[in-house]
Nanobody, 125 residues
Framework: VQLQASGGGLVQAGASLRLSCAAS????????MGWFRQAQGKEREFTAGINLDSGRTAYEDSVRGRLSISIDRGKKTVYLQMSSLRPEDTAVYYC???????????????????WGQGTQVTVSS
């Protein structure tokens, strides 16, 4: 099972991007998918997540209303639609899978078992 993140890039403040996380193998039946980000010199932090069973979503406070997570089960892909981007959103974005989640979304990185390789998002002012 692998996760492949893509869609990052260099954009100006206020622009939009859509990140994709494509999964291979037998997942997307239960558990949670999350997006985390890590800015240079900072710890990895939770950004958004969605539970595959309940559909419940969760967002970090600073991105709520600007970022939206969604699933295409047929394509086994999770998307992170990012709008009104700010320079402080600059980071490497990682998707991750928590196979043990039951109806809820964890914001703790150690709860996630599988990680994608990351995609760089750079927002210029």
């Amino acid at each position: 099972v692998q996760l492949q993140a893509s869609g990052g890039g260099l954009v100006q403040a206020g622009a939009s991007l859509r990140l994709s996380c494509a999964a291979s193998g037998h997942i997307f039946r239960w558990g949670s998918m999350g997006w985390f980000r890590q800015a240079q010199g900072k710890e990895r932090e939770f950004t958004a997540g969605i539970n595959l069973d309940s559909g419940r979503t969760a967002y970090e406070d600073s991105v709520r209303g600007r970022l939206s997570i969604s699933i295409d089960r047929g394509k086994k892909t999770v998307y992170l639609q990012m709008s009104s981007l700010r320079p402080e959103d600059t980071a490497v974005y990682y998707c991750a899978f928590d196979r043990s989640a039951t109806g809820v979304v964890s914001s703790t990185p150690v709860d996630y078992d599988l990680w994608g390789q990351g995609t760089q998002v750079t927002v210029s002012s």
